[in-house]
């Protein structure tokens, strides 16, 4: 199998600090598909003695929100279309957004597995915040983790791996 895991959601929630994470030292590699924006990055990394590769779907992000709603499509169908497992990021220090909603209405068509990953719970209190995005309807379950400190992310990755 091709264990590919891909990472959604809307800007600024932490995706790119998360593949970074999962990829550790090793290099990510861009794919220029339209030859001049950063579309998506690809990186490896392991968990557990499973290799997966994972995928960066932000990329660069136009202004009005007319093309955002394509932006979403995009990246959503990069993901349905790529990866085994998909990991649906929000941020609980910002709270339920209209984009998170969104995202989760495009979102409720793949029949692949999907995990919100409530992101930026770096403290006790902000870990409880993760409950409003139960709302989104969307998800196998909800992992409150922090990208920048790396807690959380081993109970995310032992729950994703069971897919591979
Ligand atoms: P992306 O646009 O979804 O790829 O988000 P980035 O990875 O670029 O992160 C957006 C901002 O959120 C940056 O300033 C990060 O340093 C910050 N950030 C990412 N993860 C965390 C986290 O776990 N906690 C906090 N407090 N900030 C974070
Ligand atoms: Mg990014």
Known sequence: ST????IVGRPNVGKS?????LIGQRKAIM?????????????????TGKYFTVIDTGGYVHG???I???EINRQVELAM??????LFMVDVDAGLTGLDEEFANVLRRTDKPVYVVANKADTNARMHQMGEFYSLGVGIDIFPISSQ???GTGELLDEVVKHF
């Not at 264990?3 to 891909?6: E, G, M, Q």
């Not at 794919?31 to 968990?47: I, L």
């Not at 279309?81 to 998909?86: F, G, K, L, P, S």
């Open 3 to 6: 264990n590919i895991i891909a």
């Open 17 to 21: 600090t998360l593949f970074n994470r």
């Open 31 to 47: 794919d220029n598909v339209s030859g001049v924006t950063r579309d998506r990055s690809y990186g490896h990394g392991d968990w």
């Open 64 to 66: 009005s929100d007319d």
């Open 68 to 70: 955002f709603e394509a």
């Open 81 to 86: 279309n790529e990866a085994d497992v998909i």
């Open 149 to 151: 400190s790396g807690s």
